[in-house]
T-cell receptor, first 109, second 115 residues
Framework: RKEVEQDPGPFNVPEGATVAFNCTYS??????FFWYRQDCRKEPKLLMS???SGNEDGRFTAQLNRASQYISLLIRDSKLSDSATYLC??????????FGKGTRLHILP | DARVTQTPRHKVTEMGQEVTMRCQPI?????VFWYRQTMMQGLELLAY????????DSGMPKDRFSAEMPDATLATLKIQPSEPRDSAVYFC?????????????FGSGTRLTVV
């Protein structure tokens, strides 16, 4: 099993719709979790951390399910500018950061 | 905004040549990572350092790749000799151990093409 797995997509979603991605991880001792966003030919940028209790930042909601070892990202009222690749990131106890291969999202006008 | 600086931004070289990529982490960050990104493999962790000491370089082909931190303001990644399969974007990222909730900041990357 890969350390971090994501559905590569692409997800083609009409503007204004809600879209959700999941990411599974294999190391139950993983300590920190993030979602990063990467635009074409750019570096990854932190979108949001994922807290155990779940957290929300505007239209974005992140959830962590330790029992099933997955994290999720929900985007509400999607905008054209949300089109990007979303990378799931898992950090081990030794600060080793593992990235998923990303989920491509296309918001359609 | 504090940023991670990588040089060069682009590099085209011939097979067999030595390539050196440089990274200046954010001042005060004590953890530095090197990643390689290709379409097929996504982001692969090559090596990372804490307080300038290498913690893990298991993702790096040892026969041709080497990573060092000569001082706290500079990390280098060298490939010698380079091969066409090394063509990729190489990212450096930095962060602070113990403040992982703030995530890690990436540089703009070095786009390497080996012909």
């Amino acid at each position: 099993r890969k350390e971090v797995e994501q559905d590569p997509g692409p997800f083609n979603v009409p503007e204004g719709a809600t879209v959700a991605f999941n990411c599974t991880y294999s190391n139950s001792a993983s300590q920190s979790f993030f979602w990063y966003r990467q635009d074409c030919r750019k570096e990854p940028k932190l979108l949001m951390s994922v807290y155990s209790s779940g957290n929300e930042d505007g239209r974005f909601t992140a959830q962590l399910n330790r029992a099933s070892q997955y994290i999720s990202l929900l985007i509400r009222d999607s905008k054209l500018s949300d089109s990007a690749t979303y990378l799931c990131v898992v950090v081990s106890s030794g600060d080793k950061i593992i990235f998923g291969k990303g989920t491509r999202l296309h918001i359609l006008p | 905004d504090a940023r991670v600086t990588q040089t060069p931004r682009h590099k085209v070289t011939e097979m067999g040549q030595e390539v050196t990529m440089r990274c200046q982490p954010i001042l005060g960050h004590n953890t530095v990572f090197w990643y390689r990104q290709t379409m097929m493999q996504g982001l692969e962790l090559l090596a990372y350092f804490r307080n300038r000491a290498p913690l893990d370089d298991s993702g790096m082909p040892k026969d041709r790749f080497s990573a060092e931190m000569p001082d706290a303001t500079l990390a280098t990644l060298k490939i010698q000799p380079s091969e066409p399969r090394d063509s990729a974007v190489y990212f450096c990222a930095s962060g602070h151990h113990g403040q992982t909730l703030y995530g890690y900041t990436f540089g703009s990357g070095t786009r390497l093409t080996v012909v």
